[in-house]
């Protein structure tokens, strides 16, 4: 080497401060670089450190100090270890877009508290919206309960939100629990920021006066509105207008008929660029009839809206869509010591959609329950366009009123062959400029009143608007336990599943209100890798030996190679 560096005319010396400063020039630009230019790589799979374009537009865009307090520091098992790893992780990754104006910090609220005062902050949180759990730890051979409040505070312009962290429904398995979690955490986040940073909380209207669902049926739908949007439930009969200050106007399940007038505002308040939710029964079958006797007639419904769907591009068919693909009821099979005996049988009046679409709003939908469906047809209107966000499967059947609905029938194997109408469409978004279904019906003296005494114009076509037609009343209405408790939206409690109700519900108020963005972080998916526990058990000596052994035995190996190849070229000189 000193013969090398004298042959090309340096000394070994200023050899070594060239590279030290060529190195040091390097790291430099690199920097200089690096400031002007931002460059960050994800590399794993499902993207899980990438924010969506939406909370990188918001958060490089704030104009005030946002400061999250996390109660999430201390020892837990697993899985809280990951979600507190992750949700640190995540405001990390947020904090390189929001810069110093987002701040936070992690804490045990319940640290060196005695019993008393731990309720009264267990109280005092829970009525800020912090749910707390109880988490099994471990010591050796000795279990102990631990309580624990998985959450945090957004506080942004003098306002705090509440975040759950931990989403767990009922009767979810604990790694999808915590997958779920871990996928949301973006989203919860921003939702909340969002939240913040608006004056006044967006309103929606939930419309009475057709003896609609009642409220307790929409608890859990309600429930989750809320952590966002403000609502009312808004009489249609005794009002003479529907406000545009509502976002959306969302309508379920009505058993009653709609008069010229009340069409008249829903036309008006779509004229005016309102957005509407339809809920629709299209036949007088509900649940509440297979509870209260096993058949029963199922005949039209008439909600006299026919003519008013039709006029803005789509039909709500009198008929019932029976699908091979659907859930499962129990049905009475014995008696057995004076109990009654059940078993479970597919039940086709129950369909099961599988969203297919790449929309915002199915893309990452599961399955979704709809229990006495009709089908929907769509219309070719020039200036609307139609996008189906729920059908049945290939294997379907359509029944006409009036039609006997017998679950005994349920026992016996159906006519496959009988189910071959194919893809029948259960919900539709409709987009665009509608024309109103009261243009030209209107006197002189009317549109005069309307102009001049109530300050709303009649208004012939719309703006640009939306809507959302889905021919099922009943698949935003939660169930009840045994002791008569709401549950959540979308738990089969007969098949301890979760279908995705919920989520297609507030997707599609999202869209139609126009926080789009929500819905970007909400279909984030995060795949989650676990140890298989089996291997771990009977395999766990060998990963060991291998986890210690094997950067030892790549040690000595570069080694050994090194000093051999290092010989070899000292003897070839």
Known sequence: MLRSAETNGLNPRRQAWLTLLLAIGIMGALAVVNHYYFLRIDLTADKRYTLTDSTRYMLQNLDDVVFVRVFLEGSFPGGFRRLATATR????????????RLQYEFINPLKDKNEREIQETVKALGEKGLQPANVQMRRGDEYSQQLVIPGALVYYKGREAAVNLLISPRGMPTDQSLLLSLSRLEHQFGKAIRQLSFPIRPRLAFLTGH??????????????????????????????????????????????????????????YLMNGGRILWMLDALTADVDSVVRKS???????????????????????????????????????????????????PCFYFPVSTPKGTHPIVQRIDAVRLRFASSLDTLNLPQVNTTVLLHSSTRSRLVFTPWLVDFST????????????????????????????????????????????????????SVSTAMIVIADGDIGLNEFDSRGFPLELGYDRFNNRYFDNKDFLINCIDYLAGYR????????T???????????????????????????????TGGTLFILLRRYLHTRR
């Open 89 to 100: 992780e995540m405001l990390d990754e947020m904090k390189v877009y929001a810069g110093r």
């Open 211 to 268: 003896q609609e669902v009642e409220e307790f049926f929409l608890v859990d739908l309600l429930d989750e509105v809320s952590a966002f949007y403000d609502y009312d439930f808004f009489d249609l009969r005794s009002r003479a207008f529907i406000p545009q200050r509502y976002k959306v106007a969302i309508i379920v399940k009505p058993r009653s008929s709609f008069d010229e007038k009340d069409k008249f505002k829903l036309d008006q």
């Open 295 to 345: 058949s029963f007639l199922a005949t039209d419904l008439p909600l006299n809206l026919e003519d008013q769907l039709f006029r803005y591009g789509v039909r709500l068919n009198p008929n019932l869509v029976l699908d091979l693909q659907c859930a499962a009821v129990p049905l009475i099979v014995a008696q057995q010591n004076n109990q009654p005996r059940f078993a479970r049988y």
């Open 410 to 461: 349920l026992r016996q194997r159906p006519d496959v062959h009988r189910f071959n109408r194919g893809d029948q469409i259960f919900a539709v978004l409709l987009e665009g400029t509608f024309p109103s279904l009261f243009r030209n019906r209107l006197t002189a003296s009317f549109e005069a009143v309307l102009r001049d005494s109530l300050q709303q114009p009649f208004k012939p076509h």
């Open 517 to 524: 963005t929500l819905l970007d972080t909400r279909n984030k």
């Open 526 to 556: 995060i795949q989650l890798r676990l140890l298989d526990s089996t291997k771990l058990k009977t395999e766990r000596t060998w990963w060991q030996l291998f986890n210690v052994g094997g950067p030892l035995a790549m040690l000595l």
